[in-house]
C-alpha cells in the first residue's frame, strides 16, 4: 500500500501537468479545443435528452460546472491508475494516458467545424503528461540511493507547470474575452421610450429590462466563443436566387430597427429563470433573405453559428410579418460575447432553441426533409411558440410572511399573441382576482403584475395566471419542457405568522 500510493499520485500528478500546459496551449490559440473542455462538450452533445432535462432541472445554472468538474473527476480516476500502472510497466501508465488524450482528441475532432491544429492542445497535453510520468518514475526508481529529493523537485517543477498552465490560460482567456470596441449605428426605427416599470414600487418583482449582465444564458457550449467582427461574414446560401455573402459593416450599413422582446427558453420550467426582456437592436430578417431572394421550396431557415451548430427556424412564422431580426446590439451596447458577439438572431414569440441563433454565420433556406438541425436530431420540436405564463417573483416559495397586506408580484408574458390582457390571482384554491398589471413594453414584451393580499395568519397556496390579448387564457394543463415547453400555473406556498 505505502509503495503504491506515490505511484496514483504520480498518474494525477502527470495528467495535471499535461492538462494545464494544453489549457494554456488552448487559450493561447483557440479557447474551445481545450481537452477537458472537448470531452465535457461531447457529453454534452451525446447526453440523452431526458438525462439533460434532468441535469438542466436538479443544478440549474451550475449543470456546466458539475459536468466539468465530473469529467474532470472521471480523468483524475484514470490518471491515478494510470500512475499504479506504471508502477509495474512505465509502459503500461503511458499507454493508458495515450488512450485518455486520443479520448479527447476524438472529441475534439467530431466538433462540426474541427480542424487539424485543433489537436495542438492534446498533443501537448499527451507528450507532458508521458515526459512527467516518466520522469516521475525514474526519480522514484533512483529514490532508495539518492533520497526523495530528485522527486520532490520533479513533482514541484510538474505543479508549478500545471498552475502556471491553469492560471496563465485563464489569465489569457480572460484578455480575449474583452469586448470589442466596436460603435454601432443609430436605429432608422427606434422603438418608443421603454415606460418606467414596477421595479420601485414592488419589492421583489423582477425589473422591467434585463440588465445584460443579468440576462439568462443558454447554449451547449463550455466556453465563452470569442468571435471577432472584423473576420465575421454572414452567407445566406440554399434556396435562393443568388448566395450572398456580409460582411460587419455591410450589414451595420443596412436598415436598423430596434425592438424591445421578451427571449424564452424552452428548457424553462413554469416559475422558471430562463426567461429576460431586453432591448434589441439589428436588422430586419426578411431585408436579409431580400438580399437573396427566397426560393419556393424553403421551409426552414437553418441558421449556423461560427463553429457549425446549427438552429432551425420555421421559415413561415420568421417572415409573417413578426419583427424577426439579425441583431447586433442589446440593451444600447454591442451584443455581450455571452449573447452571440457579433451577430444573433432574434424571433420574436418562438423559443431561443429555434430561433435564437447566437455567433451566426449563415443562413440556409432548406427543408425540415433535408436537413435537421442540432435539437431537432434530439427529439425537440420544429413548431414551439412561446406558452402563455405568468411567474410569481414575489413572495417568494415558502416564505415566512407577516399577517396584514402582503403585495404579491411579478412578470407575465404571451409574445405575438396580443401581449398580456390580465393576470389574474387564486389564494388556497378560491375565486380568481384581477392583478393590477404594469405599463406596456409592447405585445412582444413580458409584462409586469401585483396584487394586493390581505394575508391572514396560517399556510397558503397562491397562483397566477395569465390571459393574452387575443385571449387566450394560460392553460394549467401541466407539461415538461420537452419537447416544445413546459405548461401550467406557478404556485408558491407561504407561511403567514
Ligand atoms: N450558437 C448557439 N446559439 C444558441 C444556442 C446555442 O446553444 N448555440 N442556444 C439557444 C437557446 S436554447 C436559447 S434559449 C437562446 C438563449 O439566448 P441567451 O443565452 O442570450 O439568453 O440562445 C439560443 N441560441
Ligand atoms: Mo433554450
Request: with cysteine.
Amino acid at each position: 500500500m505505502r509503495t503504491r500510493l506515490p505511484w496514483a499520485a504520480y498518474g494525477v500528478l502527470a495528467t495535471i501537468g499535461g492538462l494545464g500546459l494544453a489549457h494554456a496551449v488552448a487559450a493561447l490559440t483557440d479557447a474551445d479545443t481545450s481537452p477537458v473542455l472537448a470531452v465535457g462538450s461531447a457529453v454534452i452533445d451525446l447526453t440523452p435528452t431526458p438525462m439533460k432535462e434532468w441535469a438542466i432541472r436538479t443544478f440549474g445554472s451550475a449543470d456546466k460546472l458539475i459536468l466539468v468538474g465530473s469529467v474532470l473527476a472521471g480523468v483524475l480516476a484514470l490518471a491515478a491508475v494510470a500512475g499504479l500502472l506504471a508502477r509495474r510497466r512505465i509502459r503500461y501508465g503511458a499507454g493508458l494516458l495515450l488512450v485518455l488524450v486520443a479520448v479527447a482528441a476524438t472529441a475534439v475532432m467530431t466538433r462540426p467545424e474541427a480542424s487539424v491544429t485543433d489537436l495542438g492542445p492534446s498533443l501537448v497535453a499527451a507528450v507532458a503528461a508521458v515526459l512527467a510520468l516518466a520522469w516521475l518514475a525514474r526519480e522514484q526508481a533512483g529514490a532508495p540511493a539518492g533520497g526523495r529529493r530528485g522527486i520532490l523537485v520533479a513533482a514541484g517543477v510538474i505543479g508549478a507547470v500545471a498552475v502556471i498552465g491553469g492560471v496563465g490560460g485563464q489569465l489569457v482567456t480572460k484578455l480575449r474575452l474583452r469586448p470589442e470596441d466596436v460603435t454601432l449605428p443609430d436605429p432608422t426605427d427606434p422603438a418608443p421610450p421603454l415606460p418606467r416599470g414596477l421595479d420601485k414600487q414592488v419589492p421583489g418583482i423582477t425589473p422591467f429590462r434585463t440588465e445584460n449582465d443579468d440576462f439568462y444564458r443558454v447554449d451547449t457550449r463550455l466556453d465563452t466563443p470569442v468571435v471577432s467582427s472584423e473576420d465575421w461574414t454572414l452567407t445566406i446560401d440554399g434556396d435562393v436566387g443568388r448566395e450572398v455573402t456580409l460582411t460587419y459593416d455591410e450589414l451595420l450599413a443596412l436598415p436598423m430597427i430596434e425592438r424591445d422582446i421578451t427571449l424564452t427558453c424552452v428548457s424553462n420550467s413554469v416559475g422558471g429563470e430562463y426567461v429576460g426582456g431586453a432591448r434589441w437592436l439589428g436588422v430586419r430578417l426578411t431585408d436579409v433573405l431580400d438580399l437573396a431572394g427566397v426560393g419556393d421550396r424553403a421551409d426552414q431557415i437553418l441558421s449556423t453559428d461560427f463553429d457549425g451548430m446549427t438552429i432551425s427556424t420555421p421559415l413561415a412564422l420568421a417572415t409573417d410579418g413578426r419583427d424577426a431580426m439579425i441583431c447586433v446590439g442589446m440593451n444600447g451596447e454591442p451584443l455581450p460575447r455571452e449573447h452571440g458577439f457579433p451577430v444573433r438572431m432574434v424571433v420574436p414569440g418562438l423559443y431561443g432553441f429555434i430561433s435564437a441563433t447566437k455567433w451566426l454565420t449563415r443562413l440556409t433556406l432548406t427543408t425540415y426533409r433535408d436537413q435537421e438541425a442540432y435539437w431537432t436530431e434530439r427529439g425537440w420540436a420544429t413548431d414551439a411558440p412561446i406558452k402563455i405564463s405568468a411567474r410569481i417573483d414575489t413572495p417568494r416559495a415558502l416564505a415566512d410572511l407577516e399577517s396584514g397586506d402582503v403585495v404579491i408580484g411579478g412578470v407575465a408574458w404571451a409574445q405575438e399573441r396580443g401581449g398580456i390582457a390580465k393576470v389574474q390571482v387564486q389564494i388556497d384554491g378560491g375565486g380568481w382576482k384581477d392583478a393590477n398589471l404594469g405599463p406596456s413594453g409592447g405585445d412582444d414584451y413580458w409584462r409586469q403584475w401585483f396584487y394586493r393580499w390581505p394575508a391572514t395568519s396560517g399556510s397558503h397556496r397562491i397562483a397566477a395566471r395569465a390571459v393574452s390579448g387575443d385571449g387566450e387564457p394560460q392553460t394549467a394543463a401541466r407539461a415538461e419542457p420537452f419537447p416544445d415547453g413546459a405548461s401550467g400555473l406557478h404556485e408558491v406556498i407561504v407561511d403567514v405568522a
